[in-house]
DNA sequence: AGAGTATCTGAACGCGTGTTCAGTTCAATC
DNA sequence: GATTGAACTGAACACGCGTTCAGATACTCT
């Protein structure tokens, strides 16, 4: 019987994982003490450890979580269309995932050598799958002659470089509207990838 | 009167450089102790205080070296030519340079946020000077019409993000040579930004 | 041989770490 | 109103951290 009202716990664990996520996007895993990551929620550190068995759990599950939504919003998206209609469509969703949750892709990003060998294993697993969507876009061009890429495998890791690297730079005050970053990125996509 | 032969900080202090830097791209700066550099290079950790005043530094030294080196090896090479021959050559030398410093890259682009303002300030300044070449370039290509790039900002940063993204995945024991992947690279630029 | 010094050791400093747990608090239930 | 149990505190644990420094070591130079 779980109690509705009075029961703290369905609030303090997701405060628990944005206020990890917001700390080690800021100053790195290694950095952020779990003293900090209590402070920051507004309890003892021990009270952590009701959310979380570990440290490293609170690290691996943000990942899991980040790299789930990002096949689950995927898979939703069908392949539609030829190559390069989906093609756009990938360069256009990714440039928009990204940008709508930076510190999860910073996170997801910088933190992959502070994960224990199993759990590395885990979401490199998930990162696999999203590039060979891509690479899968890629191939299909090729074979209809609309795409020229003389290696798919690492015209693959090339675009998803240039188009993650969106997060770097960008910021909400700036200049440029998030849809407005998709055109940029898919004119010189579409260019380099062209037949 | 430096003593030549029984000295050995010009052995050892090379050496304490060499082992952070190894550490710290495996593992972070915030995660590697200086017990731990002090081991790989084989003294103890007080002694590592005769090489450099703190830990910082030993992050901020290493990181200035790489993006002096960087500067200089660019300085080298004078920009002749039109905007095509140019990027070609920013292109490889690009791809070269970062393929033969992975540690040293893997730390400049990862540790920034471990930097103290006033040290991060300094990098940045070099790196913004990096970028300006490559957005010279692409300005000037434009301006001559062989170019068509919106927005030389957005795309500049496209670049070197593509760019050095070689270093996550590139192993010297795979199938492609440094020279391979320039070319490869260098046909994806010259499509994604021409006219 | 003796003096001088660059180099390094080994112990210590105060402090912060991740994690555990007995005990307290307090709203929901009977 | 008593009981229950989830949620949390606060103190403690063993350990590692960056840094300092007096003293040992090992070499060069006179």
Redesign the pocket.
């Known amino acids: 019987?779980a109690?509705?009202?009075?029961?703290?716990?369905d609030i303090?664990g997701p405060r628990v994982q944005q206020a990890a996520l917001r700390l080690f996007a800021r100053h790195g895993y290694a950095a952020?003490?779990?003293?900090?990551i209590a402070a920051e929620v507004g309890?003892?550190?021990?009270?952590l450890?009701?959310y979380t068995p570990?440290?490293?759990s609170l690290l691996f599950d943000l990942m899991r979580g980040h790299m789930e939504d990002l096949m689950a919003e995927r898979a939703a998206r069908g392949g539609q269309g030829g190559p390069l209609a989906r093609l756009e469509e990938f360069t256009r969703f990714h440039i928009a995932f990204h940008l709508e949750r930076p510190d999860a892709v910073f996170v997801s990003y910088m933190e992959l050598r502070n994960l224990e060998p199993k759990n590395f294993a885990v979401i490199e697993g998930l990162r696999r799958g999203y590039e060979n969507e891509l690479q899968g876009i890629l191939e299909d061009g090729v074979a209809e002659g609309v795409f020229a890429v003389a290696d798919p495998k690492v015209a693959t890791l090339a675009v998803i470089a240039m188009l993650t690297g969106v997060t770097t730079w960008y910021r909400r005050e700036g200049r440029l509207s998030p849809a407005e970053v998709g055109t940029l990125y898919w004119d010189m996509v579409r260019k380099a990838v062209a037949a």
């Open positions: 019987m109690r509705k009202t009075g029961s703290h716990s303090t952020v003490s779990m003293r900090q309890v003892q550190a021990g009270a450890y009701n570990d440290k490293q």
